[in-house]
């Protein structure tokens, strides 16, 4: 049974900072595209940020470029999604996402097949 588990979210002042985390069980961590996508109350769940298998490609969604910067270590089994600059706007719950077996970093929220419960993050302003 394949597990997804986020940590790391909170309350954080605008222009704060945060890491969020992400670990997996259940399946070969580093074979996997991963993903990060976050959704507002009463909004969709969007794409924030995704990186391939091997980690040497990531995509942002345009309302995070520059701000965030999403890593994997592949020899401890973890996602990282680091923060920035935050701000009201980015206030959601947070999910990690499992992708494709060798599969590239991708948006594209269909081909992510295994989700975490979430993880609260408010932004103060």
């Known amino acids: 049974q394949v597990q997804v588990v986020e940590s790391g979210g909170g309350l954080v002042q605008a222009g704060g900072s945060l890491i969020l985390s992400c670990t997996t069980s259940?399946?070969?961590?580093?074979?996997?595209?991963m993903g990060w996508f976050r959704q507002a109350p009463g909004k969709e769940r969007d794409a924030v940020s995704s990186?391939?298998?091997?980690?040497?490609?990531?995509l942002y969604s345009d309302s995070v470029k520059v701000r965030f910067t999403l890593s994997r270590d592949n020899a401890k089994k973890i996602l990282y999604l680091q923060r920035k600059g935050l701000k009201h706007g980015d206030t959601a719950s947070y999910y990690c996402?499992?992708?494709?077996?060798?599969?590239?970093?991708?948006?594209?929220?269909?081909?992510?097949?295994?989700w975490g419960q979430g993880t609260q993050v408010t932004v103060s302003s």
């Open positions: 996402a499992v992708g494709m077996d060798s599969g590239p970093a991708t948006l594209d929220r269909r081909v992510f097949q295994y």
């Open positions: 259940g399946l070969t961590f580093d074979d996997y595209a």
């Open positions: 990186i391939g298998w091997s980690g040497h490609t990531t």
